[in-house]
């Protein structure tokens, strides 16, 4: 058997095995595009056709944006270490969702494609669905607390309090002062004794009469 005719051979056999088992026979389904949700994650659906087979391996890629052909293993079944701030479980046995989460702005630079590969007769078959791009969506706004303002009437109040309770020290004060005075004044033995002055004694004028 000659080269020529051994060639011809592999090329038969290789357009065979496309007209038997296409590698089209099953449709990998995905949105063209997600828009973000306000809390920071998105939500991207895989779903295949292909009834009667098992799902042997479901897989989120990194798709490049200028070269499509470059991409990589964001999160893939059964293998948590690829998952990062991913979420993936399955809704059905068609289909899987992808939870993205803790979503940065580069993220909205990339394809996110997804490849699902299905055991059929014995046989492995991959497909991969049009990949899905991020769209920006209104972000959440944290609320930041702010430190309540101060208690304008909590000062008053206690500057009220406070002038009060001066005023009362100053009348105890004086009262007790007044006290103390009247005490003093009215204390025999610190009085100051003062000897009247008799005045003249009256001329008894019948005496005088009489005398003379």
């Known amino acids: 058997m000659t080269s020529c005719t051994i060639n011809i051979l592999i090329v038969f056999t290789i357009y065979l095995g496309f007209v038997l088992f296409p590698s089209n ?3 990998v389904i995905q949105p063209q595009s997600q828009t973000v949700n306000p809390d920071g994650s998105a939500l991207i659906s895989c779903e295949h056709n ?3 087979s098992t799902v042997v391996d479901v897989r989120l890629n990194n798709v490049s944006l200028t070269d499509k052909s470059t991409r990589s293993v964001l999160c893939q079944k059964g293998q948590k270490k ?12 068609n289909k899987y969702l992808f939870i993205i989460l803790n979503i940065e702005e580069e993220a ?3 394809l996110y494609e997804c490849e699902i590969t299905v055991e059929k007769e014995n046989l492995d078959f991959t497909e991969r669905g049009t990949p899905t791009r991020l769209l920006p ?11 309540p303002p101060p208690a ?3 000062l008053l109040w206690w500057m009220l309090i406070g002038l009060l309770a001066l005023m009362f020290l100053y009348s105890c004060v004086i009262t007790s002062f007044y006290i103390k005075l009247r005490i003093s004044s009215n204390d025999p033995e610190n009085s100051t004794y003062v000897e009247m002055r008799k005045g003249p004694v009256p001329r008894n004028r019948d005496y005088d009469i009489y005398c003379g």
Do not use: L
């Not at 690829?82 to 046995?93: F, Q």
């Open 25 to 27: 026979g099953f449709k």
């Open 82 to 93: 690829y998952c990062k701030n991913i979420v993936m479980y399955p809704e059905n046995r």
């Open 152 to 154: 304008q009437s909590h």
């Open 108 to 110: 909205m630079n990339i």
């Open 137 to 147: 969506g209104q972000r959440e706004t944290k609320y930041v607390p702010h430190p």
């Open 50 to 52: 292909a009834n009667g």
